[in-house]
């Protein structure tokens, strides 16, 4: 079903060539990583592993009001090896694939994409549609398969509006899987502000009661809905926060209702080159009854950033979970030209866990590891 609806937006936009009498701009690019992790506390195990993201782009313009066409394909082709255990696995997966109409005021999107909104950096309730982790430099994420819809009316206000169908993994603080049988829809409005912006978000989906957690029982499928109020603002200090509220009618015990609650400052000091600090404190609250939880944890991480110079930077994250685990990171980064390298030193715990969503290559040890990675972009 994934590869006809593949199949079927290319040929839309073939169409779009055939038919267009300008010319089509198109555009190859890519990226190329290898990394190298090694773990002293697991018998010196060593994990290698390498991605190769292949991109093609696309656009047909119609004429000079910037209404057209764009496409863009992108596989994901990974590979790794962790020895002494001996267990190697490749795969080939599309990782973006959609085709979008654009207009002056207007963009409508449709296919396997990236949706992401909201303005915390670190710890990130509204991490809805993706799972980026903040330990992991190149930022990467599985897209979802979407319509994305987005308006903008005069002094920048926009409304988003969103359907998804096939998408049943979970995706950043998710407790339940989703349905993929099923469809999820919402919609945002984003509104400017003196020094900052705020906005406002929904989404409604069928969560998967039947999860690996022992002590959920399998209720079949669940509706769910999600609102959200996010701003950010610059007052000299950055101030950032996201309020999230969860709600499943139909129960779960003291799942049925959640709160998540995160605040967030960023602030650069004057020294030397500029030194960038930033804080977001994270509350998650659970409970049968809307605004009022009955469990309670809470989450504090702290990045900080340095430059030397122009292509070197020092980084440092730190991450206590709402298990009380604690975590982080120290890395020192270099820019090639085209080659992006990157030394991590971390500790990961051992019991429990940070409880911020890790992709599939980046956070593969518990207790400390040393990482290598390298990423050439073209």
Not at 251 to 262: D, I, K, T
Not at 332 to 353: C, E, T, W
């Amino acid at each position: 079903m994934r590869l006809f609806f593949c199949l079927l937006l290319g040929l839309l936009f073939c169409r779009a060539i055939v038919l267009g009498q300008n010319s089509v701009q198109q555009r190859f690019s890519g990226q190329l990583s290898a990394m190298q992790a090694w773990s002293p506390q697991q018998g010196a195990a060593h994990f290698s592993a390498g991605r190769y993201l292949p991109n093609y782009f696309a656009a047909r313009s119609w004429d000079s009001s910037r209404q057209g066409l764009d496409l863009e394909a992108a596989l994901n082709l990974s590979a790794y090896a962790s020895y002494p255990a001996g267990s190697s696995a490749a795969s080939i997966r599309p990782y973006r694939f959609w085709l979008r109409y654009r207009a002056p005021n207007l963009e409508l999107r449709l296919g396997l994409q990236k949706i992401d909104f909201g303005s915390a950096q670190l710890l990130r309730p509204l991490q809805w549609f993706h799972q980026i982790d903040p330990r992991d430099p190149l930022a990467l994420t599985n897209g979802v398969y979407a319509f994305l819809g987005r308006y903008y009316f005069k002094q920048n206000a926009n409304l988003w509006l969103w359907a998804l169908y096939g998408n049943s993994q979970q995706r950043g603080f998710d407790l339940l899987k989703t349905e993929g049988g099923r469809p999820e829809f919402g919609g945002r409005f984003q509104l400017p502000l003196p020094k900052g912006e705020l906005a406002l978000s929904y989404h409604y989906r069928w969560a998967q009661s039947d999860s690996s957690l022992a002590y959920l029982f399998n209720m079949g499928p669940l509706p769910e809905h999600r609102w959200s109020l996010d701003g950010k603002w610059d007052l000299g200090v950055g101030i950032c926060l996201e309020a999230v509220q969860i709600y499943r009618p139909q129960g779960l015990g003291p799942f049925r209702a959640v709160q998540q609650l995160n605040l967030g400052l960023d602030y650069t000091f004057a020294l030397g080159n500029g030194l960038n600090c930033s804080a977001e404190y994270l509350f998650l609250g659970y409970g049968q009854e809307l605004f009022r939880p009955a469990l309670s944890a809470h989450s504090l991480a702290v990045q900080t950033n340095y430059p030397l110079g122009l292509y070197d930077q020092f980084s440092l994250i730190y991450i206590q979970s709402f298990g009380g685990q604690i975590g982080g990171q120290l890395s020192y980064s270099h820019q090639f030209k085209y080659l992006s390298a990157y030394l991590i030193g971390g500790y990961n715990p051992r019991v429990g866990s940070l409880n911020v969503q890790q992709n599939d290559l980046s956070q593969q040890f518990l207790g400390w590891s040393l990482r290598l990675v390298l990423a050439y972009n073209y």
